[in-house]
């Protein structure tokens, strides 16, 4: 099972600013929303309360609150990241972690790679990527105009159980 964090991230490591994205890149939008469509994305409630649902998308939303459901057949609320994982796994061999920051910092460790669209701007934010730790190596850089995708791989990753565990 491949589980990869997709993120964009500005130079100074901010990824979101009041629930939204503190930039403009449509052409990042639109390779993103291509990379992620036809597989399982985990994501956080408060990621995902902000965001339109992506079509073709199956979204496992993590939140702490059990009650929470939903009617459309694309999205279930989770609230064990593990479960998340396992719930991904029987879909598909490959799972998109979408944010936001706490939850990139969660799946980290245990994430096998990292899809980074690098955003040339400096912004004000409250919500950041984690440092990919020294088991991450980099891969290919592909270039946009106005921005670059660098793909990034976990040598080491955890164990799926370990998830939230200290």
């Known amino acids: 099972m491949e589980i990869v964090l997709v993120a964009a991230v500005s130079e100074n490591g901010v990824v979101g600013k009041d629930g939204g994205v503190p930039w403009s890149y449509p052409a990042d939008v639109d390779q993103y929303k291509e990379t992620v469509r036809g597989h399982p994305v985990i994501v956080g409630r408060r990621t995902f309360d902000e965001m339109e649902p992506i079509e073709g998308v199956s979204h496992l939303v993590l939140t702490s609150d059990d009650s929470r459901s939903d009617s459309r057949d694309d999205v279930e609320y989770v609230s064990d990241p593990a479960e998340a994982v396992s719930l991904a796994a029987a879909r598909d061999d ?37 440092d990919l730790g020294d088991s991450w190596v980099p891969g290919e850089t592909i270039h946009y105009d106005g921005f670059e995708v660098e793909l990034f791989e976990n040598r080491t990753p955890a164990a799926v159980d370990s998830l939230g565990r200290e």
């Open 94 to 130: 490959v799972v998109y972690v979408i944010g936001g920051g706490a939850v990139y910092a969660l799946y980290e460790p245990v994430a096998t790679g990292a899809r980074v669209s690098r955003i040339p701007e400096t912004v004000e934010g409250d919500s950041f990527f984690p």
